[in-house]
């Protein structure tokens, strides 16, 4: 199975501030990588799929990079809405796997 | 508007059986392949289970192979996890998760889950 780990797991950071979250698989998974946004209590939403493709209504203020074995999701200014928690997921090969989440937290 | 409501979550005794729904809407159900993900409690995501369009097609996460049983039915807009075994790790919240075809050319892929529903919490507890 393809192991995802994220980092950091707690992001405290200031809403205006630019933050990345970093995510690394232990094997090649090319571009078959996603990053997802999760509120207390709800399902997650998808924000990025093939690494770098923003979804539809996904504003433009987060963005993704990275293939191969590392991926970051970067937002450029953090906003109240944004503090959530974040998984990365690759879907390279069965099983799927997700990152074990960052928790970005309001300093 | 795109819509996946599951039901069947419940309390259920180890080694007892649940039957969970998924009902879409807003869509065509039977273009779209599925999956299904759980998240024990203050836990992160786990993928459980692929079908694809037609259900000829399936996947399982090792946790619940031989256990968890996934179908669907396209002329319901439905799809179903049937859980026999259950043990008190299986406790979580169960999301349905849609899973597009993306094509590109000749090529198509899928993987990235697009819309979920709201979940459903099994309890697996004596």
């Known amino acids: 199975d393809i192991q995802m780990t994220q980092s950091p797991s707690i992001l405290s950071a200031f809403v205006g501030d630019r933050v990345t979250i970093t995510c690394r698989a232990s094997q090649s998974i090319s571009t078959w990588f996603a990053w997802y946004q999760q509120k207390a209590g709800k399902a997650p939403k998808l924000l990025i799929s093939q690494a770098s493709n923003l979804e539809s209504g996904v504003p433009s203020r987060f963005s993704g990079s990275g293939s191969g074995t590392e991926f970051t999701l970067t937002i450029s200014s953090l906003q109240p809405d944004d503090f959530a928690t974040y998984y990365c997921?690759?879907?390279?090969?069965?099983?799927?796997?997700f990152g074990q989440g960052t928790k970005l937290e309001i300093k | 508007e795109v819509q996946l409501v599951e039901s069947g979550g419940d309390l259920v005794q180890p080694g007892g059986s649940l039957r969970l729904s998924c009902t879409g809407s807003?869509?065509?159900?039977?273009?779209?392949?599925m999956n299904w993900v759980r998240q024990a409690p203050g836990k992160g995501l786990e993928w459980l289970s692929y079908?694809?369009?037609?259900?000829?097609?399936?996947f399982y996460a090792d946790s619940v192979k031989g256990r968890f049983t996934i179908s669907r039915d396209n002329a319901k807009s439905s799809l179903y996890l049937q859980m026999d075994s259950l043990r008190a790790e299986d406790t979580a919240v169960y999301y349905c998760?849609?899973?597009?075809?993306?094509?590109?050319?000749?090529?198509?892929?899928?993987?990235?889950?697009?819309?979920w529903g709201q979940g459903t919490l099994v309890t697996v507890s004596s």
């Open positions: 997921q690759q879907y390279q090969s069965y099983p799927y796997t």
């Open positions: 079908i694809n369009h037609s259900g000829r097609t399936i």
């Open positions: 998760a849609r899973d597009p075809i993306h094509c590109t050319g000749d090529s198509c892929y899928s993987g990235s889950f697009d819309n």
């Open positions: 807003g869509f065509t159900f039977s273009n779209y392949e």
